[in-house]
């Protein structure tokens, strides 16, 4: 059974920086691409970032320049560094994965920006 575990998340200053992890068991996810997605409270579950099985990345126009995703296949795990966090990327972020047309989610990590 494959299980996605996210962790680092936390209440952080703006402008400050987390690591985000995504440790994967039961499967692993070195040809599949992986995404991070983040929920506002009230709001829809929204793509962050992509990386692919060869390392090509994506972000949405929002966290560019900010946000990196990253992976350790080694590890089977998906990592994603955010600096220079605002108030607007408090959320919970998801990492996921997809296999047969099966959506994988992890239970999410609370990330909250604030002073």
């Known amino acids: 059974q494959v299980q996605l575990v996210e962790s680092g998340g936390g209440l952080v200053q703006p402008g400050g920086s987390l690591r985000l992890s995504c440790a994967a068991s039961?499967?692993?996810?070195?040809?599949?691409?992986m995404g991070w997605y983040r929920q506002a409270p009230g709001k829809q579950r929204d793509l962050v970032a992509t990386i692919s099985s060869l390392g090509n990345t994506n972000y949405v126009a929002s966290v560019k320049g900010r946000f990196t995703i990253s992976r350790d296949n080694a590890k089977n795990t998906v990592y994603l560094q955010m600096n220079s966090l605002k108030p607007e990327d408090t959320a919970v972020y998801y990492c996921?994965?997809?296999?047969?047309?099966?959506?994988?989610w992890g239970q999410g990590t609370q990330v909250t920006v604030s002073s």
């Open positions: 996921n994965f997809n296999r047969l047309n099966v959506n994988y």
């Open positions: 039961g499967r692993m996810i070195a040809i599949y691409t």
